[in-house]
């Protein structure tokens, strides 16, 4: 009985005395999270930026294709909606560039009315579902406010729509032009790389 009481006494006291080891062995300057955080963002901030320097050697070598750093020729102004997408006699390759940037508009916009059209979907199933959705100023206001974009979004759309008619068409004109006019078109077209099967 005594030997389980000595057992029992230093099963007791062992875990005290392990816990009070650990705690002299640690240091007693441990930085917080925080902060070690500071730091290292002040030795991040110490550290120069590394530029990027562009050159023959590092441009990306496309076959057949154009290097433009920078923002696209001909890149439609968004200041003047009404604007024509080209110059009558501009080259292929910025009529090209022009239909493509209307292109990219037209596709962003039409995500962004998607957008808006969800959360007017949300917003009206949220209002309708309220009982006390008639005396619901607030809602019936934002439901409004969000139509109302809804139509503006549209109308942009509609617009971009027409300038990448006109880009796609002045593009189509250009290079009917280039072909037709025998101008000093050098380019080759790309090699076929899934020519047709021979019969």
């Known amino acids: 009985m ?8 230093i099963l007791l006291v062992l875990p005290a005395g392990l816990a009070r080891a650990q705690e002299q062995s640690a240091p007693s300057d441990a930085l917080s999270p925080a902060e070690a955080a500071r730091r290292a963002r002040e030795a991040k901030q110490s550290q120069p930026k590394a530029t990027k320097t562009f050159d023959n050697d590092t441009l990306p070598k496309t076959p057949g294709g154009i290097n ?7 890149a439609i102004d968004e200041a003047a909606p ?38 007017y979907d ?8 309220n009982p006390n959705g008639s005396r619901d100023k607030s809602g019936a206001d934002k439901l409004a406010d969000e139509q109302a974009q809804i139509n503006a979004k549209q109308q942009e759309i509609d617009e971009a729509q027409r300038q990448l008619d006109a880009a796609e ?29 021979s019969s």
């Open 82 to 119: 009404g604007a024509p997408a080209a110059a009558p006699g501009s080259s292929p390759a910025a009529a090209s560039a022009e239909a493509a940037a209307a292109k990219s508009k037209l596709q962003n916009l039409k995500a962004d009315l998607d957008s808006l059209k969800r959360a």
């Open 2 to 9: 005594k030997i389980a009481g000595c057992g029992l006494a």
């Open 68 to 74: 433009v750093v920078g923002e696209a020729p001909g």
């Open 169 to 197: 068409s002045q593009a189509k004109t250009s290079n009917q032009a280039g072909e037709a006019g025998g101008g000093p078109n050098t380019e080759t077209p790309p090699p076929n790389p899934n020519p047709p099967p």
């Open 122 to 129: 949300l917003d009206s199933q949220m209002y309708n579902s």
